[in-house]
């Protein structure tokens, strides 16, 4: 798994798993193997942060920290699935 840090001024620290291939979404469903390459991130800078956000925000409304399970649609919008 990739792993992002994020601390309280936004910047962005990556450590990207080794991989040769990713499991993508398609358009109108379904999913297909694309090659990719160890440079390739799962999640932009900003798509990070903003998760780093929302993950702030949860551990505010329940007064601790949380582990969250989150997705990315196919148009890369962000959805939290548990808490």
Do not use: K, M
């Not at 799962?42 to 969250?68: H, K, N, V």
């Amino acid at each position: 798994a990739d792993t992002y840090r994020v601390n309280r001024e936004g910047q962005v620290r990556s450590e990207l798993a080794p991989r040769t291939r990713a499991l993508r979404l398609l358009p109108d469903g379904g999913t297909e193997w694309a090659a990719v390459t160890d440079a390739d991130p799962c999640l932009t800078e900003a798509e990070a942060r903003a998760l780093a956000e929302i993950a702030r925000r949860i551990e505010s409304a329940f007064g601790a920290p949380q582990d969250i399970e989150w997705a990315l649609d196919h148009q890369r919008h962000l959805h939290i699935l548990q808490s």
